[in-house]
C-alpha cells in the first residue's frame, strides 16, 4: 500500500510553503481564467466570456505589434506638426488598439501601463470625433475605450469598488456606442456593442458579493445573447451568432453557481447540452482555439456536476470530464498557451482527485489517480517558474511522497 491521502497531501503542502511563498498568488493568476481580452476587431474576432474577462483570439506577435505602435507614434507626431487633427485622431484610436493588444502579450503585472497609454490615447482622439460629425469613428472609438476599462477592472490590482467603478464605465461606453450605430444603420456593429455591454455585466456578476445582485446581473446578460441569437437566424452575421452561443454557454454555466443544488444540476445540465451543440458545428482544425476552450467548459460542468449530482451518475460524469480535458490539452500546451493550459490541467488534476475518492474503484486504481492529480496540479500551478530548482525538487518530492503502487496500464484505463 504506501502512505496514505492524507500524509502525501500533508508533506506536499509542507514542502510547497517552505520552498515557495508565492505559490498562492500564481495559482490564482493562472486559474482565474482571465485571459486575452475582448473588444470589436475588424477581423471580428470571437468575444468570448469566460468568467471574468473576454476571451480573445491571439493578440499578435510582440515585435510585430511593437514595429506597429512605433509606426503610429511617428505618424501622430508628423499629423500634429502639420495640423491635420483627423488623421491625428484616427492614428491614435489605432495606436491606442495596438497598446491594447500590446498588453495582452505581457505578463498580468504589466499591463497596466499599456492599458494606460491606450486610454489616454483614445481621450484624445475622442476630444476630436463628435457623434454628430464622425459618428462611426466616435462611437468605434468610445467602445474600444469600454474595451480599455473592463480589462483594467480585469487585470489592474485593484479593490472591488473600483472595479466596479470602471465596468460601470465600459458599459456606459458600450450603451452610447451602440446607440450612434443604431442611429447610422450600422446594426453589426450596434450588436457587437450590445454583446460588449453583456461581457461587462458579467464581469460585473462575477466579482459581486451579493448572490442575488450576481443572478440579475448574470440573467440580464443572459437575456442580451437570446435578444442577439433572435435576431440572428439566418446566415447572415455568423461570426457574431457563434460569440453569442458561446457567451450564453458560459453565462447559463456561471449562473448555475449560484443556485441550490437541485436547481444548479439542471442548469449545469442546460450549460452541458449547449457546449457539445456548440462543439458540434466546431472542429479542431478549423476552429482549434475555441474548439479547445469549449472542451475545458465542458469538462469543469461535468466535473462540477458529478459533484453535486446523483452518486450513481458521478463515476461516469467524472470520466466524461477527464476526457474533455485531455482533449484540450492537446492543443493548449504549455508552451503555445501557458494560462489556459495551466487552467485545463488544473481542472484534470481535481477530476482525477475526485475519482481517487471514488470507493467503487480498486485501492491500486484510486492511489494511482491521487498520484496524477498531485502531479498535474503541481506542474499547472508552477507554470512559467523562473525558480527552476523549485519545479525540479518539488516533482522529485512528490515522487518520494508518492509511495504508492501504480496499476498496470491497460488496467488504469479500465475505468
Not at 19 to 32: C, D, H, I, P, V
Not at 160 to 173: G, I, P, V
Not at 175 to 193: L, N
Not at 260 to 275: F, G, H, P, S
Request: proline share 2%.
Amino acid at each position: 500500500m504506501g502512505l496514505s491521502r492524507e500524509a502525501i497531501l500533508f508533506g506536499l503542502i509542507m514542502f510547497l510553503i517552505s520552498a515557495f511563498g508565492n505559490l498562492k498568488s500564481q495559482m490564482l493568476e493562472k486559474s482565474s481564467g482571465l485571459e486575452a481580452f475582448g473588444g470589436l476587431q475588424k477581423d471580428y474576432a470571437p468575444v468570448i466570456w469566460e468568467g471574468s474577462a473576454n476571451q480573445r483570439n491571439a493578440a499578435g506577435n510582440k515585435t510585430e505589434l511593437q514595429a506597429r505602435l512605433e509606426s503610429y507614434t511617428k505618424a501622430i507626431d508628423s499629423y500634429k506638426k502639420r495640423g491635420l487633427f483627423k488623421k491625428c485622431a484616427i492614428a491614435q484610436t489605432e495606436f491606442a488598439w495596438a497598446q491594447f493588444l500590446r498588453a495582452q502579450t505581457c505578463s498580468i503585472q504589466e499591463r497596466d501601463d499599456f492599458h494606460a497609454q491606450a486610454e489616454t490615447a483614445l481621450r484624445e482622439a475622442l476630444t476630436f470625433f463628435t457623434p454628430a460629425a464622425m459618428p462611426k469613428e466616435w462611437a468605434g472609438a468610445r467602445s474600444k475605450l469600454g474595451n480599455v476599462f473592463q480589462a483594467q477592472a480585469a487585470f489592474s490590482k485593484l479593490d472591488q469598488d473600483k472595479r466596479r467603478l470602471l465596468l460601470q464605465e465600459a458599459s456606459t461606453a458600450y450603451e452610447e456606442a451602440r446607440a450612434v450605430y443604431k442611429s447610422i444603420g450600422s446594426m453589426e456593429y450596434a450588436d457587437m456593442a450590445q454583446m460588449e455591454f453583456a461581457t461587462a455585466l458579467q464581469d460585473e456578476a462575477a466579482i459581486a458579493t451579493d448572490p442575488k445582485e450576481a443572478s440579475e446581473l448574470a440573467d440580464r446578460a443572459c437575456g442580451i445573447y437570446q435578444e442577439i441569437l433572435r435576431r440572428l437566424k439566418s446566415g447572415k452575421g455568423h461570426w457574431l451568432r457563434k460569440s453569442a452561443e458561446n457567451n450564453l454557454a458560459n453565462i447559463i454555466y456561471f449562473r448555475a453557481r449560484l443556485c441550490d443544488n437541485t436547481a444548479k444540476v439542471e442548469m449545469l445540465q442546460m450549460a452541458i447540452d449547449a457546449y457539445r451543440a456548440i462543439l458540434k458545428k466546431q472542429s479542431r482544425t478549423t476552429d482549434v482555439e475555441l474548439y479547445a476552450y469549449n472542451q475545458v467548459n465542458l469538462a469543469a460542468a461535468l466535473r462540477e456536476q458529478a459533484i453535486c449530482g446523483e452518486p450513481t451518475q458521478k463515476h461516469e460524469r467524472l470520466t466524461g470530464a477527464l476526457k474533455y480535458f485531455a482533449i484540450a490539452l492537446e492543443v493548449f500546451t504549455p508552451e503555445a498557451f501557458p494560462q489556459r493550459a495551466a487552467r485545463a490541467q488544473i481542472g484534470l488534476g481535481l477530476t482525477q482527485f475526485e475519482l481517487s475518492q471514488d470507493k467503487t474503484l480498486s485501492q491500486d486504481k484510486r492511489d494511482w489517480f491521487f498520484k496524477e492529480s498531485l502531479m498535474n496540479l503541481f506542474e499547472a500551478t508552477t507554470q512559467g517558474s523562473q525558480d527552476a530548482e523549485f519545479t525540479k525538487n518539488g516533482r522529485e518530492a512528490i515522487k518520494m511522497l508518492q509511495e504508492v503502487t501504480i496499476p498496470e496500464p491497460n488496467k488504469a484505463n479500465d475505468l
